[in-house]
């Protein structure tokens, strides 16, 4: 029977469709080429495009030379596809140790193919002859062919129940493992598949009149193939965009604690300000390049007076709340000009460079220029917590020529020169010179030497008279002495400010209050009318201690003396840091009945401001006023403290007065009390006795 021409044609065409689709599948799987699923799947495609060819073939054939043709290709690609089914299967549920497997059944499959090559109507049947065309409901005809089954196309088959067998168990496996979706695809082919073959056997048999599934069958697995592919990419770009995210993350942290663990070791934890490891690195850096473009270097050294007095005090925390508000001043002030770092505590550095050819004088004065503009941002009052504070800070300057060797000598300089600026009181601001390795090593002895000179019996006390306009001796002044075994004779006024800046004076101011209350005791039992009372010189950071009151009061009992019987002299430095609490000390020595005076006035800041606030008893006008008395400015000045002493209450000794004139302006301007080497310089207990003596009584 003829084919009807005008019949509709769906089978066959649908078979060189599956080809193609087939062969297109082929390439796209190559897109995962890197997996070994899709390498096999790929393979398995190209082998079902050929058996879809074949089967079309096969439907068209005309003669039995055809069909046998069409067959051996169909059966061929069948057999080819089996292993490349079974590696994908394996590889597809993840299946461990399956190359020698996948091996022997390429061996076995090998042998199958070359043995369908061979007979003449391919492995399937042992001959062939046409049958009644099929012709489907819708009119289209397919050409049919029987023959007898081989036993080695029988073996071929029953091979094939142990793998669908396997791939079942795989699958299942596949499934309990959480590949849910991937599991459910497989499954739902390979129950296609089997029921494609059972379908096909029934055709072979006779017993049921159909086109064949099996090929159809596999385009099941080529769309679950597709969809899990799709899925595939697209669950691994959605990893990808994950673990990128992850990784930006990561690295942002690891960038993060990078960043901190670089800050923490390069900054200072209290200041925030570079610590002394950057700058290191940074000078290193700093005098190479100067070195390089032969310019010059500033460092300044600027520590700050009386630091450590802050922290004894009033705690750490003060102190390190202070010193934040130093640093972020002195940072605001720098304005980026030099290299600021903190050296640790209360010292600070600021590398200035000096570009080539600048001249020495300008250089100098640059230096100073950025100097004085960092003392001044610490001029204005700080508020830490509770207390208001005012601190200085000393300067040393140093210039650097020549190499990074030459650095550190630099560095020692500029420290010398700080150390000088200290020496010379608050504030300063001092260039190295070589003649100050001198004055620094001078001063490095009196540090050392201040030290065992307590134990050593080496300080002692002297005396020095106030007399009234009268010269009658109205009170003495005990100021303390140091007679050095290594260094002679050393002033109070060059030991007392270092022992201020080491913290020897506590030991040091403990030890003058007792002695001189000792004094007191002794002469008052003994009947030696030495006047009203002695004073005592204070050093401010006696006076910033919480248990000084008590110290006082004890020293007091200890030797039987009244509190009248003692004055306290204060400066108006000790005022500059924390007023309130100082003024607060002086009311508690007051209500005592202590006496208090305020020494060098006129030379401190802002006197007159807080005078007023001051529970005084008396006003010591500096010496630096008594030797310009004779000018008319001097004497003006002078009769202005003196009215305005009067005016509140206060009684007033003139400091330093060495000649008669000056006694006589001062007695003229109402000044009650004078001291000075006029009247008699300080001496020790014998020869104030004899003082005293002569001196008139009443
Ligand atoms: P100050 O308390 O103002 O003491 C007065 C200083 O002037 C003393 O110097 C005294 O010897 C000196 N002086 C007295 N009359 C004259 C004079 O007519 N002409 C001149 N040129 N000088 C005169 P000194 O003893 O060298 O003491 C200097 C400073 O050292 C004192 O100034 C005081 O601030 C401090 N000081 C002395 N003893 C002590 C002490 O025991 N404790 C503390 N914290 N400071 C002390
Ligand atoms: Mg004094
Ligand atoms: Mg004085």
New binding site residues.
């Given amino acids: 029977m003829l084919p009807d021409p005008s019949a509709l044609a769906i089978v066959i065409p649908a078979h060189y469709a599956c080809a193609g689709v087939a062969f297109f599948c082929a390439v796209v799987a190559l897109v995962g080429y890197q997996r070994l699923t899709y390498r096999a799947f790929s393979i398995c495609c190209l082998c079902v495009g050929g058996t879809q060819i074949g089967q079309a073939e096969y439907y068209t054939a005309q003669t039995v030379e055809q069909a046998a043709a069409s067959i051996k290709l169909q059966t061929g690609m069948w057999l080819l596809v089996i292993p490349q089914l079974f590696l994908f299967i394996g590889a597809y549920t993840r299946q461990v140790r399956i190359a020698p497997w996948y091996a022997g059944l390429c061996v076995v499959f090998g042998v199958l193919v070359v043995a369908n090559w061979m007979m003449p109507v391919g492995l399937r049947f042992e001959s062939l002859r046409m049958a009644d065309p099929l012709v489907l409901p819708w009119g289209e005809t397919l050409a049919r062919f029987q023959g007898e089954s081989t036993a080695i196309g029988t073996f071929a088959r029953l091979l094939i129940v142990p793998i669908v067998v396997w791939a079942a168990i795989r699958t299942w496996r596949h499934y309990r493992a959480g590949y849910r979706r991937a599991a459910i695809l497989l499954g739902i082919y390979l129950a296609l598949q089997v029921a494609s073959m059972v379908h096909g056997r029934l055709i072979d048999h006779g017993i049921l009149q159909s086109f064949y599934s099996a090929g159809f069958a596999f385009m099941a697995l080529m769309l679950v193939m597709s969809v899990n592919l799709l899925l595939d990419l697209v669950q691994r770009s959605a990893q990808l965009k994950h673990a990128l995210t992850d990784l930006q993350a990561s690295t942002a942290l690891r960038e993060a604690a990078e960043h901190r663990e670089h800050e923490l070791a390069f900054t200072d934890t209290v200041t925030g300000l570079p610590n002394r490891n950057k700058f290191r690195e940074e000078a290193l850096r700093l005098f190479a390049a100067a070195h390089h473009e032969k310019s010059d270097l500033a460092i300044l050294l600027l520590d700050l007076d009386h630091f450590r007095h802050v922290n004894d005090a009033l705690g750490h925390d003060v102190g390190n709340g202070l010193l934040r508000q130093v640093a972020g001043r002195l940072t605001q002030a720098n304005a980026g000009q030099a290299f600021l770092a903190n050296l640790g505590g209360d010292g600070f550095i600021a590398m200035l460079n000096i570009p080539a050819g600048t001249p020495a004088e300008e250089a100098e004065m640059r230096a100073r220029a950025l100097a004085s503009n960092l003392q001044g941002a610490l001029a204005g009052e700080f508020a830490v917590g509770t207390h208001r504070l005012h601190i200085a800070a000393s300067v040393g300057i140093a210039f650097h020529r020549g190499s990074v060797e030459t650095g550190y000598t630099t560095f020692k300089n500029a420290e010398m020169a700080m150390y000088e600026a200290k020496a010379r009181g608050r504030r300063a601001i001092r260039v190295f010179q070589p003649q100050l390795a001198e004055a620094v090593a001078r001063r490095l002895r009196i540090q050392d030497g201040l030290r065992a000179a307590q134990q050593r019996g080496e300080l002692v006390l002297e005396y020095?008279p106030v007399v009234a306009a009268d010269l009658r001796t109205a009170s003495l002044?005990?100021?303390?002495r140091w007679h050095s075994a290594e260094l002679g004779r050393v002033?109070?006024?060059e030991f007392?400010p270092i022992a201020e800046q080491t913290g020897d004076?506590h030991p040091i101011?403990a030890w003058?209050l007792d002695t001189a209350c000792a004094q007191i005791g002794a002469w008052t039992r003994s009947g030696v009318r030495f006047g009203a009372h002695v004073a005592?010189?204070?050093?401010p950071w006696q006076l910033m201690q919480d248990e000084f009151v008590a110290q006082v009061q004890a020293a007091l009992v200890r030797h039987g003396i009244q509190p009248g019987q003692l004055m306290l002299?204060v400066?108006e430095s000790a005022l500059l840091f924390n007023l309130e609490d100082c003024i607060e000390r002086l009311h508690q020595l007051r209500d005592l009945g202590i006496k208090v005076a305020l020494?060098?006035f006129g030379t401190g800041y802002s006197s007159l401001h807080y005078l007023h606030q001051l529970p005084l008893d008396t006003l010591?006008i500096d010496?630096t006023f008594i030797v310009r008395i004779g000018d008319a400015d001097g004497r003006l000045l002078v009769g202005g403290i003196v009215n305005m002493a009067a005016h509140l209450g206060l009684s007033v000794v003139a400091?330093?007065?060495?000649t008669a004139a000056q006694c006589d302006i001062l007695r003229e301007l109402g000044c009650h009390y004078i001291?000075?080497?006029?009247a008699c310089?300080?001496v020790g207990d014998g020869a104030l006795r004899d003082f005293l003596a002569r001196s008139p009584r009443d």
Avoid: C, H, M, W
């Avoid at 400091?655 to 060495?658: S, T």
């Avoid at 001291?675 to 006029?678: L, P």
């Fill in positions: 020095q002044e005990a100021l303390v002033s109070p006024a007392v004076i101011g003058v005592v010189n204070i050093s002299e400066t020494d060098d010591k010496r400091e330093g007065v060495e001291q000075g080497y006029f310089p300080p």
